[in-house]
């Protein structure tokens, strides 16, 4: 099986800063999200704090992107007490990069969306796994175990 190289980006992030893959930790879970302060996004960012010591032991960073602003951002990482950083995508450039907006139903209306994804980048900077329509429930646990095993 070959990797799939990942398309580098920078991104502005919380912490007043901005984030640029190819100068980030060579393990790198990439998660993204449709909306800050929603149930099922919630609880995912709740699920990677929770186990994010166990990410960091195994060599690994954590980032989740959407297309919130960085105010939004900035309050739900408060909120949430979130140790990683939330990068924001308002004009989708890296969400059309890893194929995530999708047209999806919303009260029986058809919307373009994050599709909620996860990519993890492997130490030689290609997708060594990725994970689309993700169900929240013990997906963080995957995922941590698939970073366990690289």
Not at 27 to 49: I, M
Not at 55 to 68: L, N, Q
Not at 79 to 89: N, Q, T, V, Y
Request: include cysteine; proline fraction near 6%; glycine fraction near 6%.
């Amino acid at each position: 099986m070959s990797a799939t190289p990942c398309p580098d980006f920078t991104l502005p992030s919380t912490g007043d800063a901005s984030f640029t893959l190819s100068s980030a930790p060579k393990l790198l879970v990439l998660y993204f999200y449709p909306k800050d302060n929603t149930p099922g996004c919630s609880n995912e960012a709740a699920a990677f704090r929770d186990l994010y010591p166990a990410f960091r032991a195994a060599g690994a960073e954590v980032v989740g992107i959407s297309r919130d602003s960085l105010k939004s951002h900035e309050n739900f990482r408060a909120r949430f007490e979130l140790p990683f950083a939330l990068l924001s995508d308002s004009d989708e450039t890296v969400c059309t990069l890893f194929d995530v907006i999708k047209m999806k139903n919303m009260y029986g209306k058809q919307v373009r969306g994050i599709e909620r994804s996860t990519f993890l980048i492997g130490r030689d900077g290609a997708i060594a796994a990725e994970w689309r329509k993700v169900k929240v429930p013990g997906h963080a646990e995957q995922v941590l175990e698939a970073v366990k095993a690289l």
